[in-house]
Antibody, heavy 119, light 110 residues
C-alpha cells in the first residue's frame, strides 16, 4: 500500500524559504505525477504544482516565480521549495499522487503538514 | 475566489439523497474530467470520484458522480451521519494548465 509522508519545519520566518519533503513508501516514485497542494486555515484547496517521475515540472502560475519542485528517485522522495514567503503562505501542505496519468485526480494523499509563516 | 463554483453548504437527513453541484467553464469541466474529494476536519482529503463518474475501490456505491456541459454533480444517496464532511470538486483547466478546485461544500447531516 503506497503511503505519503510530508516532513519539514512547521514555522518559517517571512521572506525566508519554505522547504518540504514528501517520502513515498510502499511503492516506487518512478511513475506517476506527484503534486503539492495546500489549504490555508478554514479555506479551500490550492494546487501548487507537480513533478513528473521524469523530473519535469509544472507550477501554478500564481506561484510559479517562487516555487521549485524536484525528485530524488534514489530516496523515493520529492520536495517543494517556496521562496520569499509571507503570511499568505500559511497553510496545511499536502503531497499527493495522481491516479490516472493526467495530474488532475489525486488518489493518495499525505496526512498534511501545517506550515506557519511568522516572525 | 475559486475557479470552480460550489454551494458553500448543503444539508439532508439520514436516508435522504443530496446533490452537490460544481460549475465551471469550457476551459475546465467543459473539456476535462472531474474528480471529487471528501474531507473531515483536520484530515487529508479522500478520493471519492474520478473520470466524472468512476468510484475508486472501497468507495460505497451510495456516492455517484455525473457531468453535463460545464457542470458536474456529486450525489449521495441513503445519507448517513458519517457523510457529514466537506466535499471538493476538481478538474484540469486548459488555461491554467493545471488542476483547479471548487471552493468546497460543507454537508451537514441533520
Amino acid at each position: 500500500q503506497v503511503r505519503l509522508q510530508e516532513s519539514g519545519p512547521g514555522l518559517v520566518k517571512p521572506s525566508e524559504t519554505l522547504s518540504l519533503t514528501c517520502t513515498v513508501s510502499g511503492g516506487s516514485i518512478s511513475t506517476f505525477y506527484w503534486s503539492w497542494i495546500r489549504q490555508p486555515p478554514g479555506k479551500g484547496l490550492e494546487w501548487i504544482g507537480y513533478v513528473y517521475y521524469t523530473g519535469s515540472t509544472k507550477y501554478n502560475p500564481s506561484l510559479k516565480s517562487r516555487v521549485t519542485m524536484s525528485l530524488e528517485t534514489s530516496k523515493n522522495e520529492f520536495s517543494l521549495d517556496v521562496t520569499s514567503v509571507t503570511a499568505a503562505d500559511t497553510a496545511v501542505y499536502y503531497c499527493a499522487r495522481d491516479c490516472c496519468g493526467g495530474a488532475d485526480a489525486f488518489d493518495i494523499w499525505g496526512q498534511g503538514t501545517m506550515v506557519t509563516v511568522s516572525s | 475566489q475559486s475557479v470552480l463554483t460550489q454551494p458553500p453548504s448543503a444539508s439532508g437527513t439520514p436516508g435522504q439523497r443530496v446533490t452537490i453541484s460544481c460549475s465551471g467553464s469550457s476551459s475546465n469541466i467543459g473539456r476535462n474530467t472531474v474528480s471529487w474529494y471528501q474531507q473531515y476536519p483536520g484530515t487529508a482529503p479522500k478520493f471519492l470520484i474520478y473520470n466524472n463518474d468512476q468510484r475508486p475501490s472501497g468507495v460505497p456505491d451510495r456516492f455517484s458522480g455525473s457531468k453535463s456541459g460545464t457542470s458536474a454533480s456529486l450525489a449521495i444517496s441513503g445519507l448517513q451521519s458519517e457523510d457529514d464532511a466537506d466535499y471538493y470538486c476538481a478538474a484540469w483547466d486548459d488555461s491554467l494548465t493545471g488542476p483547479v478546485f471548487g471552493g468546497g461544500t460543507k454537508l451537514t447531516v441533520l
